[in-house]
C-alpha cells in the first residue's frame, strides 16, 4: 500500500521567506511525527500529533516553527522567516497508534535549503 | 534523560566479512528499540525492532538482541554485501505514556568494498 509521502522533494528559498512542507501519512495511521535531520544535529524530535489530542510541540526549536494536522490526515509544517540554519531535511513518520511498540513509517523527506 | 549512544564511522569492511555496530542506551524502564537503515538518497527504513527484555529482531540477515543488563541493542550481520552500503541508525522509544518519539543516535556509516 502507500507510504507517506511528502512534499515538496526539495525547496530553496531565500533567508527571511516562509515555507510549507507538506506531509501526507499511511491511511489510517493516527499518530504523525515531525523530525529533522541535520549535519551538525543528527535526528530530532520536532513535534507529534496523536488523534484529536493537543500536539506535543516540545521539539519545535523556535515560534517560527509551527504546524497544523487537518481532518486528522495531512500536516503541514511552517517554517517563518526562514533562517540559514533551518537548512535540513524534514522528515514525516506516522504509525497505526499512540505506543511505545509501534513501528514508525518515514517518508522520503523534503530538503529545505536557506539561501 | 532518554539517549543512544551509536559506534562512530564510517565503518568500511569487504565483502562477506562480519558486521557489527553497536549501540547503547539510557532509559527508564523499558523502551521499545529500533534499527532503521538509510540508502543512499533514499528515506528512512525498520530494518528491525526488538520491544522486551531478551528479544531477538531479525530482517535481511541482520540481528539485534534486546539486553536489558548492559543496555545495548547491537547490530550483527554475518555476512555483509556491497548493497548493504547504508547509514544505520538506532532508536529507542520511551515507554512512558504520552510521546513515543524516537530518540535517535548519531548514525553509523557503513561501506561494504567489493
Known amino acids: 500500500g502507500a507510504g507517506v509521502s511528502q512534499s515538496p522533494s526539495n525547496k530553496v528559498t531565500e533567508k527571511g521567506k516562509d515555507v510549507e512542507l507538506r506531509c501526507d501519512p499511511i491511511?489510517?495511521?493516527?499518530?504523525l511525527y515531525w523530525y529533522r535531520q541535520s549535519l551538525g544535529q543528527g535526528l530530532e524530535f520536532l513535534i507529534y500529533f496523536q488523534g484529536n489530542s493537543a500536539p506535543d510541540k516540545s521539539g519545535l526549536p523556535s515560534d517560527r516553527f509551527s504546524a497544523e494536522r487537518t481532518g486528522g490526515s495531512v500536516s503541514t509544517l511552517t517554517i517563518q522567516r526562514t533562517q540559514q540554519e533551518d537548512s535540513a531535511v524534514y522528515l514525516c513518520?506516522?504509525?497505526?497508534?499512540?505506543?511505545?511498540?509501534?513501528?514508525?513509517?518515514f517518508g522520503p523527506g523534503t530538503r529545505l535549503t536557506v539561501l | 534523560g532518554n539517549s543512544v549512544t551509536q559506534m562512530e564511522g564510517p565503518v568500511t569492511l569487504s565483502e562477506e566479512a562480519f558486521l557489527t555496530i553497536n549501540c547503547t542506551y539510557t532509559?527508564?524502564?523499558?523502551?521499545?528499540l529500533f534499527w532503521y537503515v538509510q540508502y543512499p538518497g533514499e528515506g528512512l527504513q525498520l530494518l528491525l525492532k526488538a520491544t522486551k527484555a531478551d528479544d531477538k529482531g531479525s530482517n535481511k540477515g541482520f540481528e539485534a538482541t534486546y539486553r536489558k543488563e548492559t543496555t545495548s541493542f547491537h547490530l550483527e550481520k554475518g555476512s555483509v554485501q556491497v548493497s548493504d552500503s547504508a547509514v544505520y541508525f538506532c532508536a529507542l522509544s520511551p515507554p512512558t505514556s504520552g510521546t513515543y518519539k524516537y530518540i535517535f543516535g548519531t548514525g553509523t556509516r557503513l561501506k561494504v568494498l567489493a
Open positions: 532509559a527508564t524502564g523499558y523502551p521499545s
Open positions: 491511511s489510517g495511521h493516527t499518530a
Open positions: 513518520a506516522s504509525s497505526r497508534g499512540g505506543a511505545s511498540t509501534d513501528t514508525q513509517y
